[in-house]
Antibody, heavy 121, light 108 residues
Framework: EVQLVESGGNLVQPGGSLRLSCAAS????????MSWVRQAPGKGLEWVST????????YNADSVKGRFTISRDNSKNTLYLQMNSLRAEDTAVYYC??????????????WGQGTLVTVSS | EIVLTQSPGTLSLSPGERATLSCRAS???????LAWYQQKLGQAPRLLIY???SRATGIPDRFSGSGSGTDFTLTISRLEPEDFAVYYC?????????FGGGTKVEIK
C-alpha cells in the first residue's frame, strides 16, 4: 500500500525558514518523480515543485523560485522541501504527491494528508 | 502557462441526478494529458481520471471523462451521497502543470 506522510509544518514568521519532509512507502521511491502541491485556506490547488526520481531534474513554480528548494534522499525514501524567505502568501496546506513518470511532472496518483504551514507575525 | 477554467463554480444537484463539469484550457492540452481529482473537506485530493478519459484504480464507473484539445468534461452519471465534493482538473502535458479553480458539487 502506497503511503505518503508529510511532516514539518508549523507557524513561522515572515522571512523565516522551514523544511518539510515526506516519508514514502509501498513503492519503489527512486523510480518516480515526486512533487509538492499546496492549497491556501479556502482556495484551490497550486503546483509548487517537482523532482525527478534520481534527483537530477528539478522544476519550480515561478511563485517560489529562488526561495524553495526540493530535494530527495532515495536511501531514506524521503522527499523534502526547504522553504526560505517565507511570505504570508505561502500559508497553505502542503501536500506531497507521487507522479507516474520518472523525470517530469505528471498527474498525481497518490497524495499525502498534508502539513499546514502558517506564515504570520 | 496553460490556464484551466472550470465551470460552473458550484453545481447544486440531488442524489441520483447527473452532474456535468467543464474544464476549458487556454491552449490545447498536449496528448489529452488531463486529469480530474475529487477533494472532500479536510481530505487530500483523490485521482479520478487521467488521460482525459481513463478511470483510476478503484473509481466507480459512474465517473467518466471526455474531451480533447481545449474542452474537457467530467460526468457523474448518478450522484451518490459520497460524491458531493469539490472537483479539480489538472493538465500535465505542458510545463508547468496547472490546476483549474475547482467546481463544488453540493446537495440541492
Amino acid at each position: 500500500e502506497v503511503q505518503l506522510v508529510e511532516s514539518g509544518g508549523n507557524l513561522v514568521q515572515p522571512g523565516g525558514s522551514l523544511r518539510l519532509s515526506c516519508a514514502a512507502s509501498g513503492f519503489t521511491f527512486s523510480t518516480y518523480a515526486m512533487s509538492w502541491v499546496r492549497q491556501a485556506p479556502g482556495k484551490g490547488l497550486e503546483w509548487v515543485s517537482t523532482i525527478g526520481g534520481s534527483g537530477g531534474s528539478k522544476y519550480n513554480a515561478d511563485s517560489v523560485k529562488g526561495r524553495f528548494t526540493i530535494s530527495r534522499d532515495n536511501s531514506k525514501n524521503t522527499l523534502y522541501l526547504q522553504m526560505n524567505s517565507l511570505r504570508a502568501e505561502d500559508t497553505a496546506v502542503y501536500y506531497c504527491a507521487k507522479g507516474i513518470w520518472s523525470t517530469s511532472s505528471s498527474y498525481f496518483d497518490f497524495w499525502g494528508q498534508g502539513t499546514l504551514v502558517t506564515v504570520s507575525s | 502557462e496553460i490556464v484551466l477554467t472550470q465551470s460552473p463554480g458550484t453545481l447544486s444537484l440531488s442524489p441520483g441526478e447527473r452532474a456535468t463539469l467543464s474544464c476549458r484550457a487556454s491552449q490545447s492540452v498536449t496528448s489529452s494529458y488531463l486529469a480530474w481529482y475529487q477533494q472532500k473537506l479536510g481530505q487530500a485530493p483523490r485521482l479520478l481520471i487521467y488521460g482525459a478519459s481513463s478511470r483510476a484504480t478503484g473509481i466507480p464507473d459512474r465517473f467518466s471523462g471526455s474531451g480533447s484539445g481545449t474542452d474537457f468534461t467530467l460526468t457523474i452519471s448518478r450522484l451518490e451521497p459520497e460524491d458531493f465534493a469539490v472537483y479539480y482538473c489538472q493538465q500535465y502535458g505542458t510545463s508547468p502543470p496547472s490546476f483549474g479553480g475547482g467546481t463544488k458539487v453540493e446537495i440541492k
